[in-house]
């Protein structure tokens, strides 16, 4: 049997978002299966779950210390190509910021494993690679444009921890984003 605990993550929580595309992400999207919630990423693949020390946990408080509460709208759906369909935050650079941030302070850890080059911070509706149709894409984006724009505050960092088996991901510890400038 795998190892249910194999991978971390660092993501930041969008209720609001859970809300409206809790059902279409349970059919299209298998990182809602796993009970992972709708999410902006922050960094994943994170460290390996034994290196997940005190230690990272301070240094990962240390980068969020400073960083306030992020106030955005997800206005608009968007694409990665025809294969995966996802929530546009705006403004973005404040995530695009905070990734930075982390990554910086954890460079053994790109984002995505370095898959893509940019990092676009995005709420995933649903992914072909986990086996959504593009139809099943392309009706969801239709159900959940008829709900946007929706206003959210990002205030929260999780880093959680699971693997790819259903119901596997919990939080491990939650980072609150409160600093006042």
Do not use: N
Request: hydrophobic share 45%; with cysteine.
């Amino acid at each position: 049997m795998r190892d249910r605990v194999a991978l971390t993550a660092l993501l930041i929580p969008v209720p609001v978002a859970e809300q409206v595309v809790r059902g279409h992400r349970e059919r299209l999207d298998p990182s809602a299966v796993w009970g992972v919630p709708a999410h902006i990423t922050v960094l994943f693949p994170f460290l390996s779950p034994p290196l997940v020390s005190a230690t990272v946990v301070d240094r990962i408080e240390e980068v969020l210390t400073p960083v306030t509460p992020i106030g955005f709208t997800l206005e608009r759906t968007a694409w990665f190509g025809d294969q995966v369909l996802w929530l546009a935050p705006h403004p973005a650079d404040p995530f695009v910021r905070l990734i930075e941030a982390v990554c910086a302070a954890f460079p053994e850890c790109e984002p995505y494993g370095g898959a893509f080059g940019d990092v676009v911070p995005h709420v995933t509706v649903g992914d072909r690679a986990g086996g959504a149709t593009l139809a099943d894409l392309l009706a969801a984006e239709r159900a959940v444009s008829r709900r946007l724009p929706l206003p959210a505050t990002a205030d929260t960092v999780l880093l959680m921890a699971g693997g790819r088996e259903p119901k596997s991901w919990e939080t491990r510890h939650t980072f609150t984003l409160t600093a006042s400038h």
